[in-house]
Each structure stands twice: as structure tokens, then as C-alpha cells.
């Protein structure tokens, strides 16, 4: 049986920023907003973006999965630019998303992302499009569980929760899907482990530990805009857990420049096998494989 193959982009920050409001530049938007003025318009760049997408749809995906930050201060005028963005990419049937901590940047319209990309996030089972996670997607033999750790934060923190709720519920999804033949996938946007106080996964040890007791195949993230590869404890067995940089970015300081994860999934005999492809934008705007490795 051929392999089923999911592409993984995350973080594309979409540029240009809309010009805001002046009651719109309150608060952490504030901040954000020199940040992106000073930094972060240099960084991320819609051509680098749109030259990477184009390779990743060249390579005819089964599926693909956007692990959050589409939008920078999540202003009003950011969600239907977001939304067009992602109906280039594929239709909702062919692509998931998860919001990351700038699709909530703030209480205000910390609503607006669910209301914008509800076909793209909602679950197999949604009715009357309800959005709560956390969510189910079966596409081949992949069963792709969405959670969101995005929460508005303080100003200067970049932090991620799931809570009690989402976790338990998580705990009976992964627990249920065990007893069948699926490739378990979880997108979640923040990573599992982090050495940063204000960008850190605040719960995350009872994830690793729902982790650890029921399993998962593969978890992928984004939010640190870095290749990574981790592996946790899993009842079987190690998982792999797998970041991947912004996906408009480019090089600068200690992070790479744009790039996204081909992952080929199939089933031998009793046991499952993925083998990861990276491809990255390099100086010259041309789309490279720079890795490939036989994960599980």
C-alpha cells in the first residue's frame, strides 16, 4: 500500500500587518506592534511564504497540517486575509489548522480565528459547527487530534495551556483511538518541552504524562520557529515530537530560514512506519530537501 503523506507548516505570520486602529494599539498589542515595526516585518515575507507553500503543494500531500500563528496581533482586519490565505492552500478537507498564542493575542478577539477557520479546525463529528477540543480528523490512516494550547497572555509572555478539561478529554481520545489500527497524530502549537519561562507549555508535564500512559504515533508543533526532534516516553515505546520553523522566515540569528516536514506514513505488517523529509527555502529562494530520516 502506498505511503499516505502529510505536509507540516506552521507559524506563517502572514504579512503585511494591516495598519491598525489607534484603539486597536492598546496593551500588549502595543509592544507587538513595535516589534513587528522594529523586527519582525524584515523577518517573516510573504514571497518567502509563497514560494514555500508552492513547493509543498508541487509535492501533492494527502494531507496537510498548520500548526497555528497565522496572524501576528490578531487585529480585526488580520482574520479574512488569514482565512483567503488558507483557501490558496487547499480546502478544508485537505487541510487542518490549530491556532497558535498570536491567534489569541488578545481577550478581544481571542474568539476570531474559530469564527474564521471553522471548517478548517472543526472534527469529523462536528454539529452545528461547534468548535471544542479537543478534535478528531481521519484521513487515510491517520487520526489527526487537534488541541489548542493558545490563550491570551500578559504582555511579554508567549505561554500555552491546555487545562483540565481539554487534557481529560484528550486522555479518552488517544485512550479510544489505541484500540484501532490508526496512526495517531496530535498537532498541538506550543512545544512539549522548553528551556523559556515565557514561551513554555505551562502544563506541560501532565501532557507528557497523558503521553507516556496512552500514546501517540506523532505530535508536531511549532511556536520556536527551529527544526526539532524530540523523543518522549510513550507505553510502546519512544514518540516522536517534531517542530518546524516559520514558514515565511527568513534566516536570521540563530533561526533558519523557512521551511516544512513531508511526512510518509504506512503500515508494515504489525508496526507502523514515517519517514520525515524537510525541505527549505535557501539565500537564492529555491526549495531544497535538506533532510530525510526514517523516523519509527
Known amino acids: 500500500m502506498a505511503a499516505f503523506t502529510l505536509a507540516h507548516l506552521s507559524d ?57 500563528d497565522l496572524v501576528n496581533l490578531a487585529l480585526e482586519a488580520e482574520f479574512a486575509p488569514s482565512r483567503a490565505w488558507l483557501e490558496s492552500v487547499g480546502t478544508s478537507e485537505d487541510v487542518t489548522v490549530i491556532p497558535g498564542n498570536h491567534d489569541t493575542y488578545v481577550g478581544a478577539t481571542q474568539h476570531r480565528f474559530a469564527e474564521s477557520w471553522r471548517d478548517y479546525l472543526a472534527g469529523d463529528d462536528a454539529r452545528d ?16 487530534i487537534s488541541v489548542s494550547s493558545a490563550v ?7 505561554t500555552g495551556r491546555l487545562g483540565p478539561a481539554q487534557r481529560d478529554a484528550l486522555g479518552r481520545v488517544l485512550a479510544r483511538l489505541a484500540a484501532e489500527q490508526v ?58 515530537v517534531i517542530g518546524v520553523p516559520s514558514a515565511s522566515a527568513i534566516a536570521h540569528g540563530r533561526y533558519p530560514a523557512a521551511a516544512y516536514n513531508l511526512f510518509a506514513i504506512n503500515r508494515d505488517g504489525a508496526a507502523w512506519r514515517c519517514a520525515q523529509t524537510v525541505r527549505s527555502i535557501d539565500e537564492r529562494r529555491r526549495v531544497l530537501q535538506v533532510r530525510h530520516v526514517q523516523l519509527i
Open 12 to 68: 506563517p505570520h502572514l504579512p503585511p500587518l494591516p495598519a491598525p486602529r489607534p484603539a486597536e494599539l492598546l496593551g500588549k498589542r502595543a509592544l507587538g506592534y513595535l516589534n513587528w515595526t522594529r523586527n519582525r516585518q524584515n523577518v517573516h515575507r510573504r514571497d518567502v511564504l509563497d514560494t514555500l507553500v508552492s513547493d509543498m503543494r508541487a509535492q501533492v500531500p494527502d494531507h496537510i497540517a498548520i500548526t497555528g
Open 129 to 144: 459547527g461547534n468548535i471544542a477540543f479537543p478534535l478528531l480528523r481521519r484521513r487515510g490512516p491517520l487520526a489527526l
Open 152 to 158: 491570551p497572555t500578559p504582555p511579554l509572555m508567549a
Open 183 to 240: 496512526f495517531r497524530v496530535l498537532l498541538i502549537h506550543h512545544p512539549l518541552r522548553s528551556d523559556s519561562r515565557v514561551k513554555r507549555l505551562t502544563d506541560s508535564s501532565e501532557l507528557l504524562a497523558l503521553l507516556k500512559l496512552h500514546g501517540a504515533e506523532l505530535v508536531l508543533h511549532g511556536h520556536d520557529h527551529t527544526h526539532s526532534t524530540l523523543w518522549i516516553d510513550g507505553p510502546k515505546g519512544s514518540i516522536p
